[in-house]
């Protein structure tokens, strides 16, 4: 369990460094968004027959940070939206 943190964590951390700009994620954003991108790279992996879900491998490592730079990218459209409609409200 720890070691999955662990991954979450460095992928996350990936992620945020391949996509240009700046988010405005905090560590647990970070945190959630490397899981959901390790979850999806183990499930592409475990579907192609090269390792288990819960098992590093490269394939799913590759998957994992492409799949977390996407959700990194959805989280910042979707933030940038709530607040430009936070501020209009107001």
């Given at each position: 369990m720890i070691g999955f943190?662990?991954?979450?964590?460095?992928?996350g951390a990936l992620a945020r460094l391949i996509k240009p700009g700046?988010?405005?994620?905090?560590?647990?954003?970070?945190?959630?968004?490397?899981?959901?991108?390790?979850?999806?790279g183990g499930t592409v992996a475990n579907l192609l027959d090269t390792g288990d879900i819960f098992e590093l491998n490269v394939l799913g490592f590759?998957?994992?940070v492409i799949a977390a730079v996407g959700l990194v990218g959805v989280a910042e459209t979707?933030?940038?939206r709530y607040r430009s409609r936070?501020?209009?409200t107001r």
């Open positions: 943190i662990v991954a979450g964590l460095i992928i700046k988010q405005n994620l905090g560590l647990l954003a970070t945190l959630l968004l490397g899981l959901a991108g390790s979850v999806i590759i998957v994992a979707l933030s940038t936070r501020d209009v």
